[in-house]
């Protein structure tokens, strides 16, 4: 994949191309991430650096087993925390996901409550039947799905047009790392900080804003406790926080990959008809 292909779009010039691509940068993620670009503009040699972490990044996680990837299930607990402090509400869940769009949460005990969510629907099973869920919830889900490391890294890296951005190191949890944000057509962006030595994730975020309020809010997930899995790289821990206040963690049990899934596991009816 040339550098040419990701970071240039159409037929403008390349220093047209270059000063919209600074700008961009700028209005999305405020100043405070161009520092390393004072001259207004992000070369080529930024654009290599960044691909390079992320390269190394891939390799690290599992190179072709990691992309190649189609399925997989974990079995954990997940903790939920309100302003920051932990509610002591631990769920037991089994996650099975069928990339790209497709999961089921089975909740303990016996799952007795289930959550589908296929492409842009959702639904909760229990023994009353199907419900869709609200669509707050979709959006949540959506929001974190779409900008997930899987989705970075397999759709947005891919893309050509997708502008990479090396932004230095930084420190995460006392670590350093690389830091890199990858835009992509629709002028999205996600921030991936991965630890220098190990080249492991340890953070990916990502900005929006809320359609009622307008005001601009920071998800983040940190990666932790990485344990080899059939020679995928594998967080057993991960947090998730909004706005700098953790929202969620969740401790995997086990997990595994590429498994076989029985017809009609992510068919909300037949879960439906199951727990009756």
């Known amino acids: 994949m040339s550098m040419a292909a990701r970071c240039w779009w159409g037929s403008s010039s390349a220093s047209a191309r270059v000063v919209f691509a600074a700008s961009l940068v700028v209005l999305l993620l405020g100043p405070a ?5 004072a001259a207004g503009t992000i070369d080529s ?11 190394a ?7 072709q087993a990691w992309l190649n990837l189609r399925t997989m299930r974990s079995k954990g ?40 969510y296929s492409a842009h629907q959702g639904w909760e099973i229990t023994y009353k039947g199907k419900k869709d869920l609200t669509p707050r919830q979709m959006e949540t889900y959506r929001r974190w799905r779409d900008h997930s490391l899987g989705v970075a890294l ?19 949890e006392r670590r350093l790392a690389d830091k890199v944000t990858l835009i992509d ?14 080249h492991l994730p340890r953070r990916l975020s990502f900005t929006w804003r809320d359609p009622k309020f ?26 998730r926080t909004h706005n700098g206040e953790t929202v969620r963690q969740r401790y995997v049990l086990r997990m595994d ?16 008809e199951h727990l009756r």
């Open 257 to 272: 990959y590429n498994i076989v899934l029985r017809k009609g596991l992510f068919n909300p009816d037949l879960a439906a």
């Open 45 to 55: 040699a930024n654009q290599k650096k960044a691909q390079q972490v992320l390269d």
């Open 77 to 116: 607990k997940t903790a939920a925390f309100f302003q920051g402090n932990p509610t002591g509400v631990v769920a037991v869940t089994t996650e099975t996901t069928a990339l790209p769009d497709q999961q089921r949460i089975d909740f303990a005990p016996k799952g007795r409550v289930v959550q589908i």
């Open 185 to 198: 057509r629709n002028n999205d962006a996600i921030t991936l900080e991965v630890d220098t030595e190990t």
């Open 33 to 37: 991430v161009c520092t390393a670009h």
């Open 214 to 239: 307008h005001d601009k809010n920071l998800d983040a997930v940190e990666y932790d406790n990485y344990q080899l899995v059939d020679g995928i790289a594998t967080p057993f821990t991960t947090t």
């Open 57 to 63: 990044t891939i390799r690290a996680l599992g190179g």
């Open 154 to 172: 397999r759709r947005w890296y891919a893309d050509p047009t997708t502008i990479l951005i090396d932004d230095g190191q930084t420190l995460v």
